[in-house]
């Protein structure tokens, strides 16, 4: 269902709460009750004439289309041509690794090489991507779940492989609030999902808690990146050693 089409739904609504009939609403825009029913069914047609119609039943076509937008359901995932667009520019994939963080348009500029019409070219380059909806003030609704992740062998993780790993990896994670763990075992099939479920209640528990806690200070924030990962896995080199 495109936009347009979530805005007819919506105006469906409208007309049954205004208890109008698609004749009289025919007979508020000076149009046959024919074409009215053509348009509504086709589920498409101009914004000029939404807004026409809101207009009839004296309703904000701003308020209209904020209340749709929020409540369509959130992205959990990109698909393969929204993350392509997304790494296919460096700064581009900056600008949207700082919305993910909720990062205002102030808090881009004032922390990157970027001035503020390039920052809000590429925030609209993300609203046009469907990462975001862009608001009045540059100001922005992200579109993606809490549960969001990249894909697992997309563009993005992809890219983290080939630029980012050995540089996340480098660090020495001897801070008191970093960590490295790394443990290797055998136990048994059945049991590992419900350790990669333990893994999962992590990460979600780390994104609840970037939620809460956007209400702090930015001074009273860090940035950290958590990388949980669990495999059937054994290191090449000793796979080489290997009868």
């Not at 007819?8 to 000076?30: N, S, V, W």
Request: glycine share 4%.
């Amino acid at each position: 269902m495109t936009t347009s089409a979530h805005l007819i739904a919506a105006l469906k609504e409208e007309l049954k709460d205004a208890r109008l009939t698609y004749a009289g609403l025919a007979r508020k825009l000076g149009m046959a009750e024919s074409s009215i029913k053509r348009m509504f069914a086709r589920g498409d047609m101009p914004l000029s004439r939404v807004d026409e119609i809101c207009v009839a039943l004296k309703i904000d076509f701003a308020d209209l289309a904020r209340r749709v937008a929020d409540a369509q359901p959130l992205l959990a995932e990109l698909t393969l041509a929204q993350e392509k667009a997304v790494v296919a520019d460096k700064k581009l994939l900056l600008v949207a690794i700082c919305v993910l963080s909720q990062w205002t348009l102030e808090q881009i500029v004032a922390s990157y090489r970027l001035d503020e019409a390039e920052a809000i070219k590429y925030l609209a380059q993300l609203d046009r991507i469907g990462i975001i909806e862009l608001r009045p003030l540059n100001r922005y609704r992200l579109k993606l779940a809490k549960t969001f992740s990249w894909r697992p062998h997309g563009p993005v993780m992809n890219f983290f492989r080939e630029h980012a790993l050995h540089d996340y990896f480098s660090g020495g994670f001897d801070r008191e609030d970093e960590a490295l763990v790394l443990v290797h075992g055998s136990i048994g099939k059945s049991q590992a999902p419900a350790f990669v479920e333990r893994l999962q209640r992590v990460a979600q528990d780390f994104a609840q808690q970037h939620q809460t806690d956007q209400k702090l200070a930015m001074q009273h924030r860090e940035g950290y990146t958590l990388l949980l990962a669990m495999r059937s896995w054994e290191f090449e080199a000793f796979t080489r050693l290997r009868r």
